[in-house]
């Protein structure tokens, strides 16, 4: 169904390590967006993006760092990763355009940082 | 402070019984969408209401707006063990394409 791709799909690093969620789509949608969710929480926006050299940040301060190259790829960056970064992260897509107003999301990428 | 809050937190049900879950939002909105994520994955879209709908329906789904109130409903008829999952109200503000989540309801149905 959703051409969105995000990988690895599970991480255990340590302390301090420098890190990189990968995110892939293949729909061609200008909008991609990073959520960040702790277990049976809600989802918070901590990053996005509305197309190419664009990107801002979410309603939840985070430490990461995302870039917009390329349509398709929007990864997200944590150059000294704590504890405190363990978090589920989801990446997700859309056009908006008036007969598709949804999101597509990835698989999610469980991050635990020791 | 989130935008929606869904309630109940969890609920669970025998299979074949009806599922209802709300979602309340704070600011005006262009639409409301629910979600449904299964255990430690992405999030599935169902169904999208506009602002000037007040009822919805897909299939088992049904899902109505009350803007007067700023709140939302999503029913679930002839539930099934399938449907366990966690829901999630999202809205999308007058200012449009960033999406808000709730914290989302757990529905059990049990077989």
């Known amino acids: 169904e959703a051409d969105i791709y995000q990988t690895p799909r599970y991480l255990v690093i340590g302390t301090g390590k420098k890190i990189t969620l990968e995110c892939s789509q293949t729909?061609?949608?200008?909008?991609m967006y990073w959520y960040q969710q702790d277990p049976g929480m809600e989802l918070h926006l901590i990053h996005y993006s509305y197309g190419v050299n664009s990107t801002e940040k979410g309603d939840l301060s985070s430490e990461s760092t995302v870039s917009r190259i390329r349509t398709e790829h929007f990864p997200l960056t944590l150059e000294s990763a704590r504890p405190s970064h363990t978090s589920q992260y989801l990446c997700?897509?859309?056009?908006?355009?008036?007969?598709?107003?949804?999101?597509?999301f990835g698989s999610g990428t469980q991050l635990s940082v020791l | 402070s989130q935008q929606g809050e869904e309630d109940p937190q969890a609920l669970s049900i025998q299979e074949g019984e009806n599922a209802t879950m709300n979602c309340s939002y704070k600011?005006?909105?262009?639409?409301l969408q629910w979600y449904r994520q299964n255990s430690g994955r992405g999030l599935v879209h169902l169904i999208l209401i506009r602002s000037n709908e007040r009822e919805k329906h897909s299939g088992r789904l049904r899902v109505t707006l009350d803007t007067s109130k700023k709140s939302s409903s999503l029913l679930i008829t002839a539930s099934r063990a399938a449907d366990t999952a966690s829901y999630f109200c999202?809205?999308?503000?007058?200012?449009?394409?960033?999406?808000?989540f709730g914290g989302g309801t757990r529905v059990l149905v049990k077989p």
């Open positions: 999202a809205t999308d503000k007058a200012a449009g394409n960033k999406l808000t």
């Open positions: 729909m061609g949608h200008d909008k």
């Open positions: 997700a897509s859309g056009d908006f355009g008036r007969a598709n107003e949804k999101l597509f």
């Open positions: 600011t005006s909105i262009n639409n």
